[in-house]
């Protein structure tokens, strides 16, 4: 198990680069988180929802992602309340105040998903959620110490040099945990160094002597992590990119699913800003892309509290086009309806009024994959849905695609706002060369899947480099393999 020694230290990167590593040595790998906190959610091949880390840790392994994958799934609607998904199936809303009491329930959930995956691979990678240093939250925890004593899964910590105290965030990890739960640590490492390892030698030996521990690596900055999606909003950087077609996305206070947009990020012809609270939507964009979230009507007020409805339509008044994400499409109709109150109180909210349709909150979850057409190009493409609510109204009558014949999503008459449902579009290399050449721009020639499989790769080399891999793997209890990277 890689716990960390606060949240955003690379815990993910690091499961994904060992789940690629382990594959590589012949190992059945699987990646398993028991309990995350993340609004950027990917759908599995059983048909529920699981974090969208740990569906890039099971391509990583080489496997289908499943729920099993990431029992108990936390999705932030307002700041004191959350979405609990359970293996993969929503369960409701809880509160902040009610979550401690209810948590300890949801330990049997858990260890059922661990073991039915254990029972399918020779390895188990497992990755911790924040830190297990938060001691306030030990009592019922399953993330962290609760999960790796009710297991009884091996420990490494993680630190994280990049942000500077890491001999005290190791060593202050150790000193304020219960010694039972110390205990469960075999090891540590270092992650995110840049410049010359030797100048940590020192550092790094004063950690072992403090802690007792040993230590399994000091991992280098690894420069590709890029190119694989991000989990946490904390990533989106700013603009990426210098062509000279400008996209801007709002970062909505609930913003979900966000790598959606990490293909156009590696496209030549195109610069993507991300455009944080307290800035205008840029005026030169070409398109402005309303991305998804877990709380439309609450991120649609976030999204006039900043002015960018104000922004957005200049931006349609000066002939720009905006694409709408699943919430970003039901903010574009004219109302959007919860009268049972599924996503806050019940009620209704005024749209945006650039698209000529209405959305209904229903009880019931989409969840599932799909293959459709891109109705303006005749693209196919692949992607998932996870919403609620039902669009309708008469902009249905031009839809965005077609899956299965039945029509998806919808177009302005003028063609220049769009709204669609679908996620992971962009990552179809036909789909997104054929919408890159009806507006005009030259698509690389990049593959976005190649390129992700490509920073794996990468990934599993460089921690093979800086890692004792094999010291990782006899505390997992797997028989040396005397192999490398292959």
């Not at 049997?108 to 297990?132: C, K, N, Q, T, Y």
């Not at 609450?298 to 006039?304: A, K, N, V």
């Not at 309806?337 to 909150?361: N, Q």
Request: proline share 7%.
């Amino acid at each position: 198990m890689i716990q960390g020694t606060g949240s955003n230290v690379g815990k993910s990167i690091l499961v994904a680069g060992l789940c690629r590593a382990a594959r590589a040595r012949g190992l059945s790998v699987a990646p398993f988180k028991p309990q995350n906190m993340s609004n950027n959610a990917a759908v599995t091949a059983d048909g529920g929802e699981i974090g969208r880390a740990q569906a890039l840790q099971a391509l990583a392994a080489g496997r289908d992602p499943v729920t099993d994958m990431n029992p108990v799934l936390i999705k932030p609607e307002t700041d004191r309340a959350a979405q609990i998904v359970v293996q993969g199936r929503a369960r409701g809303a809880w509160r902040a105040a009610d979550f401690a009491g209810e948590r300890p329930g949801l330990m049997g959930a858990v260890l059922d998903s661990f073991h039915r995956l254990a029972a399918s691979a020779d390895l188990i990678l497992v990755e911790g959620a924040g830190s297990p240093a938060e001691v306030n939250l030990r009592r019922g925890d399953i993330a962290n110490m609760g999960f790796a004593r009710a297991a009884g899964v091996p420990v490494v910590l993680v630190g994280d040099i990049d942000r500077g105290g890491v001999i005290a965030q190791i060593v202050g990890t150790q000193a304020v945990l219960d010694p039972a739960d110390a205990a469960m640590i075999r090891g540590f490492a270092v992650n995110k160094f840049r410049g010359d390892p030797r100048l940590f030698e020192d550092g790094y030996a004063a950690i072992e002597r403090a802690t007792g521990w040993r230590g399994f690596g000091l991992v280098p900055w690894f420069a590709l992590a890029h190119r694989l999606p991000a989990e946490d909003a904390v990533d989106l950087g700013g603009p990426t990119g210098t062509g000279t077609f400008h996209i801007a996305c709002p970062m909505l206070s609930r913003i979900a699913n966000f790598d959606d947009l990490d293909p156009l990020k590696l496209e030549p012809s195109i610069r993507l800003s991300m455009i944080p609270p307290g800035s205008p939507l840029p005026g030169d964009a070409d398109l402005v892309i309303l991305p998804g979230t877990k709380s439309t009507r609450g991120d649609l007020e976030f999204l006039r509290m900043q002015g960018w409805d104000i922004d957005l339509m200049a931006h349609v008044r000066r002939g720009g086009r905006v694409l709408g994400l699943c919430g970003g499409y039901q903010m574009l109709g004219r109302r959007i309806l919860d009268p049972e109150g599924r996503e806050g109180p019940a009620g209704e909210t005024a749209g945006l009024g650039l698209l000529d349709v209405e959305t209904v909150m229903a009880a019931d979850k989409t969840l599932t994959r799909v293959a459709a057409t891109h109705d303006a190009t005749g693209a196919p493409l692949e992607g998932y849905e996870i919403h609620i609510g039902r669009t309708e109204g008469p902009d249905r009558a031009c839809p965005f695609a077609r899956i299965e014949g039945r029509p998806e999503g919808a177009v302005s008459p003028d063609g220049r706002i769009v709204g669609t449902y679908l996620h992971g579009l962009f990552a179809e290399d036909g789909f997104r060369r054929a919408w890159l050449d009806a507006l005009g721009l030259a698509p690389g020639p990049l593959s976005h899947g190649a390129a992700v499989e490509a920073a794996l790769d990468a990934l599993a080399e460089h921690l093979e480099r800086h890692l004792d891999i094999e010291a990782l793997l006899t505390i997992a209890g797997v028989p040396r393999t005397g192999q490398g990277p292959a």
